[in-house]
């Protein structure tokens, strides 16, 4: 009888040790935002290199892509997740080619699309602020077209006022709120002065400013009684 109830209790203490082995592997498990968050530096990264004819480090990104397209694929609905395979094998046949207009575009592309994945709702940083994000490179990538379009810079420009005008309540250091406000209002200004140099110039200060709004608000959910 003292053998069946230490047998028990064996069985017992593994049981539990796997239901607790379980629950940790779930709470670990990354969540949706946090993989598609992952997922999206390569391609940025992919976007300012190819757009600054740095073909070596395309290629080192492009890899640290693919490393992490199986996890995208799993989160995407099977649309996206198509339409995401269909831009990724564009993009490698840009970067076996040496095509670094369709690399770059590619590249902001797929930046967006799984931008436009995010939850919104559980995020630290908003989203928006990674649409801005987007418009940095993507401004970029406009701007160093052999043709630039400025009827889409302007769009993009509009957008970008709109998606700063949604969070810029948020932001606690009111110098950082109009340095960004300013940086907005510029790049509408260069769009319809079609001011290549300032855009180039611009898209870059956008990107600037979203490294420092990251922090921002990751700050402010750290300590919520700052004051702006």
Not at 77 to 100: I, N
Not at 144 to 165: G, H, M, T, V, Y
Not at 167 to 186: F, N, W
Request: hydrophobic share 45%; proline share 4%; with cysteine.
């Amino acid at each position: 009888m003292q053998k069946i109830k230490f047998g028990l209790i064996t069985v017992g203490l593994c049981c539990i040790s796997l239901i607790c082995a379980t629950a940790q592997n779930t709470t670990n498990a990354p969540t949706a935002n946090q993989i598609i968050l992952k997922a999206t530096g390569p391609y940025e990264d992919m976007a300012h290199y190819a757009v600054a004819k740095k073909d070596d480090l395309v290629i080192k990104y492009l890899a640290d892509a693919d490393a992490g397209a199986s996890q995208v694929m799993k989160i995407l609905p099977p649309d996206d997740a198509r339409k995401f395979e269909s831009l990724s094998k564009k993009l490698h046949q840009a970067v076996a080619s040496k095509d670094r207009t369709t690399a770059a575009d590619s590249s902001v592309t797929i930046f967006r699309m799984l931008v436009d994945r995010l939850d919104a709702k559980t995020l630290v940083v908003p989203k928006e602020v990674e649409l801005l994000d987007f418009a940095g490179y993507k401004l970029a990538v406009l701007a160093a077209a052999n043709q630039p379009d400025w009827q889409a810079i302007s769009k993009l420009a509009d957008e970008s006022d709109a998606w700063w005008k949604a969070i810029s309540a948020g932001v606690t250091d009111k110098h950082l709120r109009a340095t960004v406000t300013s940086a907005i209002t510029g790049i509408q200004q260069v769009a319809d002065q079609k001011n290549l140099a300032m855009l180039q110039f611009g898209s870059q200060m956008i990107l600037d400013l979203v490294d420092m709004l990251e922090v921002g608000f990751k700050t402010a959910k750290a300590s919520p009684a700052a004051k702006p």
